[in-house]
Every structure is written in structure tokens, then in C-alpha cells.
């Protein structure tokens, strides 16, 4: 079993619903990690928490330290918001990142 | 420009070649990571260097792997006799310090015939 995994693999939405992202991780950790990553292959980094909730413009993550659980919402999507989210942990010490199999999000017009 | 770069973008080589790529971190980020990734999957780590000093490599990193960091500015990720398994995506990252996020390069895409 994966330390990170997240659902769905896949999402396809119309423009404008909300999306709702998952991650559930198994082990013990220093920090959170929400990235986006565009075709191509750049992956930039949407968030980082440890607890509680971040919103950034249209993005918000919330995380559930007890539940070992953390959720990655967009409001209002729209096509540019396509992309693989990718969920990853850090554990203290060296905080390599380990990854999820991310979700490939699609947004129709 | 002021973020990561990797160079080259792509590698095409043959099986049994060596190749090489590079990574520019942000210039005062102390750390750099290496991470692999393979289609439809998430990356994983290869090695992690703070400054010069190469900290911890993966299992994933066989003997044909070398990386270095010297003078803790550049690094360079050295694949001896390449495999067809060794195609990927390779990744690399630095960040500040403990607890800071880490920022990403556009990657090398490696393609081995």
C-alpha cells in the first residue's frame, strides 16, 4: 500500500463546478504538499500546511491531522485549471517529498 | 530569471551510453533533491544533497547513478551504461530550508533507445 494516495485518478468537470480532490496518507508527517503539475512536466507548488486550512484565489486545502487526511478544492473551475494535482508528505529530517499517483483533472468549457 | 533550471529539457541517447544532466538551484537554497518520474506515475526520490554534502540516496539509485553537488551550487545527475528502464522524467528541487517548500525545474525528459 502506498504511504499517499489519492482519489479519483481521474476527474472530468464543466466549467464552473466545484472540484474536490482527496488525499489520505498513512504515516506520520511534518507537512502537506499540494502541486500542480501542467503537460510538460513543471510542477509547481500550490500548498503547504501542517493544519487547519489555506485559500489561495480560487484554491483552498484543508487537512485533517487525526484522520490522516487532507482535501485540495477549486471553486469556480475553469479549463485552465487542467492539470495532474498532485498530493505529497514530508516526515521531518532530510523532508524529501513523497508522492501520490496524482489526479488528472479535466475542465470542459 | 531567478527559479530552477535543468538543462538539457530532453536527452535521447542509446542503450549503454552515459549521459548527464545538470541542475541550477535557487541560488541561496541550501537544499536540492533529485527526484524520478515515470509515465502516469508520481515522482520519487532519488538522492538529496544540503549544500555539498550528499545526505541520503535511494534504493532506487543503483551503482550506475552518481550525482554530485560541488561547492554546493550546481549538481550534476551522472547514468552510467543507460538502460531502457532508465527512461523518465528527472526532476530536481531545492528549497531554503527545513520546513520551506521546495521549487521545482522544468525537469530532463530522458529517452533511451
Known amino acids: 500500500k502506498n504511504e499517499v494516495e489519492q482519489s479519483p485518478q481521474n476527474l472530468t468537470a464543466q466549467e464552473g463546478e466545484f472540484i474536490t480532490i482527496n488525499c489520505s496518507y498513512s504515516?506520520?508527517?511534518?507537512?502537506l504538499h499540494w502541486l500542480q503539475q501542467h503537460p510538460g512536466g513543471g510542477i509547481v507548488s500550490l500548498f503547504m500546511?501542517?493544519?487547519g486550512k489555506k485559500k489561495h484565489g480560487r484554491l483552498i486545502a484543508t487537512i485533517n491531522i487525526q484522520e490522516k487526511h487532507s482535501s485540495l478544492h477549486i471553486t469556480a473551475s475553469h479549463p485552465r485549471d487542467s492539470a495532474v494535482y498532485i498530493c505529497?508528505?514530508?516526515?521531518?529530517?532530510?523532508?524529501?517529498?513523497?508522492f501520490g499517483t496524482g489526479t488528472r483533472l479535466t475542465i470542459i468549457p | 530569471d531567478t527559479g530552477v533550471s535543468q538543462d538539457p529539457r530532453h536527452k535521447i541517447t542509446k542503450r549503454g551510453q552515459n549521459v548527464t544532466f545538470r541542475c541550477d538551484p535557487i541560488?541561496?537554497?541550501?537544499?536540492l533533491y533529485w527526484y524520478r518520474q515515470t509515465l502516469g506515475q508520481g515522482p520519487e526520490f532519488l538522492t538529496y544533497?544540503?549544500?555539498?554534502?550528499?545526505?541520503?540516496k535511494s534504493r532506487l539509485l543503483s551503482d550506475r547513478f552518481s550525482a554530485e553537488r560541488p561547492k554546493g551550487s550546481f549538481s550534476t545527475l551522472e547514468i552510467q551504461r543507460t538502460e531502457q528502464g532508465d527512461s523518465a522524467m528527472y526532476l530536481c528541487?531545492?528549497?531554503?530550508?527545513?520546513?520551506?517548500?521546495?521549487?521545482f525545474g522544468p525537469g530532463t525528459r530522458l529517452t533511451v533507445l
Open positions: 505529497a508528505v514530508t516526515r521531518g529530517g532530510n523532508e524529501k517529498l513523497t
Open positions: 541560488s541561496e537554497h541550501n537544499r
Open positions: 504515516v506520520g508527517i511534518s507537512a
Open positions: 544533497f544540503q549544500n555539498e554534502a550528499q545526505l541520503e
Open positions: 500546511l501542517s493544519s
Open positions: 528541487a531545492s528549497s531554503l530550508a527545513r520546513r520551506y517548500e521546495q521549487f
